[in-house]
């Protein structure tokens, strides 16, 4: 048999929404600041000024009172670790930080999942104290923060 | 409220398939309508689909019309395709359920299918990342293995639970499942000590604590329960039902050792059946990882909270036991095609009532079994009961 050859093309760029880091800026999110205030090296969230309510992940509508007046609070950069883990599951495009420790750390009572840095498993242990670390992330197309924690010094 | 009967249903192979998606379909499909007498796919009302994701495994959406076409159904009342993760396919069962008491209509299909196994299969792992939240979860390695690693360190960290409780679940289902021809582990029969052994995932999780990624599709046809004996002798009934879902995202759950949805949905599933938990001979559980079937015998009501460990070690949740938990093999031992596992959840009970399962895992004189499925960061839990009469 003789084919007539239909070329599809053996690689393309890692399409925008398979990243998994979230879009940060003001035309994709309400809640842009979040990112601003990360690349200066602030963990920030929202909290209701209605009832109190202070959110994680941070928000526009409170969803204890449903008010939207809202304001930005500054989180401690320190915590407690909760729960860790070593996981060698990692998602198409986190390949290279395999195997990754991954963990859940209470800052002011709210339980803030973390990739955890600067650290190996035998030196975690429930209960012990972490800090904050900003990350920058890139992809040659947009400029992105994210956070993670280690253990403190 | 209409009573709800189940009359047929059908069951593929699990495990690694050399079958597409809607091959899956078909077969389940098949075996229904062949475990019927006087139905034909012309004769379903309304029809639903679990599946999962479809969009990422298959790269198919709106779902529910093909699956149909492929079976001659041409629905006239309800059609729709459900998605709630690990439980997309309880939430098919749920509304055909629903619909039929409700008086919407009388005879539904439901058919539950996942095709998770793909060439690449990083890009299988990486499609479960999206199922806890992408963005403020996922994005930080978070998916299902890693997530229920941390519910188990924080089980033995609370209550005490030990490494070894946790690979006797493995050990209980896979015994199970070492005997059913229809599981993804069959043939097969694992010790404690292989269990803890096995290649590390997300420790204290192994391979082996682990449900796998699977092919498969199950089908069941629902009736409203006066028309059930026009089409088997032995019907099975929908006694109640529950369901509950508190948060999402890790920092809105009630706490990674403790799923108060589910103890929340299992009231409720106790209170629409009319029964307590003693009352239950038999359940078909949740057990995505060891851990998960010892939170749930806590969370159901079968022991105390805390002491699920124990009661695997006693021998509780096996044949003889107390309640006798996951005699297909479980999501361990059968493998875990996310839409289809609780329409093999309820087939399990189906044989099981009618007397059709063989005698090494036949629960004697069962008259109410449970079947429940936790989804995503285990923060819905859903639960419904059957009936042999």
Not at chain 1, 121 to 148: A, H, P, S, T
Not at chain 2, 50 to 79: C, D, S
Not at chain 2, 309 to 331: A, C, H, P, W, Y
Not at chain 2, 347 to 370: C, H, M, N, S, T
Request: glycine content about 8%; overall charge negative.
């Amino acid at each position: 048999m003789e084919y007539r050859t239909v070329k599809i093309p053996d690689k393309i760029n890692l399409p925008t929404m398979l990243d998994f880091y979230p879009l940060q800026t003001e035309k994709w999110t309400r809640v842009s600041r979040f990112f601003e205030n990360l690349k200066e090296g602030k963990l920030t969230t929202t909290q209701c000024k209605a009832c109190g309510k202070l959110h994680w992940q941070p928000r526009i509508v409170c969803p204890e009172c449903m008010s939207d007046d809202l304001e930005w609070v500054e989180l401690p950069k320190e915590g407690k670790l909760h729960a860790f883990v070593e996981s060698i599951v990692v998602p198409l495009g986190m390949e290279q930080e395999m195997p990754m420790l991954v963990g859940v750390v209470d800052v002011s009572g709210l339980l803030i999942s973390t990739k955890i840095d600067d650290a190996k498993l035998e030196d975690l242990e429930i209960g012990m104290d972490m800090e904050l670390k900003v990350v920058r992330v890139e992809d040659g197309k947009q400029e992105r923060y994210w956070y993670r924690f280690r253990p403190k010094k | 409220m209409r009573r709800v009967a189940v009359v047929g249903v059908g069951h593929t192979k699990f495990g690694k398939r050399d079958a597409g998606w809607r091959d899956l379909v078909q077969e389940a499909g098949k075996l229904a309508f062949d475990n019927v007498d006087n139905l034909e796919p012309k004769d379903i009302e309304s029809f639903f689909v679990g599946a999962a994701q479809p969009e990422r495994f298959a790269f198919l959406t709106h779902v529910a019309p093909l699956a149909a076409e492929m079976l001659g159904i041409t629905p006239r009342k309800i059609i729709a395709r459900t998605e709630l993760a690990c439980a997309s396919g309880q939430a098919a069962i749920r509304y055909a359920y629903a619909a039929i008491a409700a008086g919407l209509t009388d005879i539904a299909m439901v058919v539950g299918v996942e095709k998770m196994f793909m060439p690449d299969m990083l890009e299988a792992q990486s499609n479960m990342t999206c199922v806890l939240d992408r963005e403020w979860d996922g994005v930080n390695g978070l998916s299902a293995p890693p997530f229920f690693a941390m519910c188990a360190q924080r089980h033995m960290y609370e209550y005490g639970t030990t490494r070894e409780q946790m690979a006797m679940v493995r050990v209980k289902n896979q015994k199970f499942a070492s005997k059913n021809e229809l599981a993804q582990f069959y043939g097969k029969e694992f010790t404690v000590d292989q269990v803890v052994n096995s290649k590390p995932v997300s420790m204290p999780l192994c391979l082996l604590d682990c449900s796998g990624i699977t092919d498969g599709g199950a089908a069941m046809i629902l009736v409203e329960a006066s028309l059930a004996r026009q089409f088997t002798d032995t019907p099975i009934y929908i006694l109640g039902t529950g369901q509950a879902s508190i948060g999402n995202l890790i920092n809105g759950l009630p706490g990674l050792a403790n799923w108060d949805a589910c103890r929340i949905a299992a009231e409720e599933a106790y209170r629409s059946a009319r029964i307590t938990p003693d009352d239950v001979d038999i359940a078909e559980t949740h057990d995505c990882f060891t851990i998960s079937e010892i939170i749930e015998y806590e969370e159901l009501g079968f022991c105390k909270k805390g002491e699920g460990g124990k009661f695997v070690e006693e021998g509780q949740s096996d044949i003889g036991g107390k309640v006798v938990v996951n005699t297909r093999g479980g999501l361990l031992g059968m493998g875990h095609p996310l839409g289809a596992t609780a329409l093999s959840q309820a087939i399990e009970l189906f044989w099981q009532f009618r007397g059709e399962v063989p005698k090494y895992r036949y629960v004697d004189g069962a008259e109410i079994g449970i079947t429940h499925n936790l989804s995503g960061s285990a923060s819905v839990h859903s639960i419904m009961i059957y009936g042999r009469g």
